[in-house]
């Protein structure tokens, strides 16, 4: 089992940048693929980006060339890099662990963190 603790969330105006980031305990991090999350209210939750053990990336359409994921397994955190942030971006962002070298649906992560609201403003 993970722990992940998420911080960076806020309130950001429209254009704006934001770095989340998530502390991990536990399980060695090094061997957990890792992704973020978001869900706003009425929405299902929806894999923002997911970076693999060997950290290989992938995103989502509606963030490609705004957000990046990255990861430092001295560290045992991975962070979300927001930018160009629009208010469509409001939502509250989750970090997941996965015992899979890959995963992209949010059953095949078995830990996550509490979340972390983020608020964009037009």
């Known amino acids: 089992q993970v722990q992940l603790v998420e911080s960076g969330g806020g309130l950001v105006q429209a254009g704006g940048s934001l770095r989340l980031s998530c502390a991990a305990s536990?399980?060695?991090?090094?061997?957990?693929?890792m992704a973020w999350f978001r869900q706003s209210p009425g929405k299902e939750r929806e894999l923002v980006a997911a970076?693999?053990?060997?950290?290989?990336?992938n995103y989502a359409d509606f963030v490609k060339g705004r957000f990046t994921i990255s990861r430092d397994n001295a560290k045992n955190t991975v962070y979300l890099q927001m930018s160009s942030l629009k208010s469509e971006d409001t939502a509250v962002y989750f970090c997941?662990?996965?015992?899979?070298?890959?995963?992209?649906?949010?059953?095949?992560?078995?830990?996550w963190g509490q979340g972390t609201q983020v608020t964009v403003s037009a």
């Open positions: 997941a662990a996965s015992t899979k070298w890959y995963a992209r649906t949010p059953a095949e992560y078995g830990d």
């Open positions: 536990g399980r060695t991090f090094s061997n957990s693929a």
């Open positions: 970076i693999t053990r060997g950290g290989s990336t």
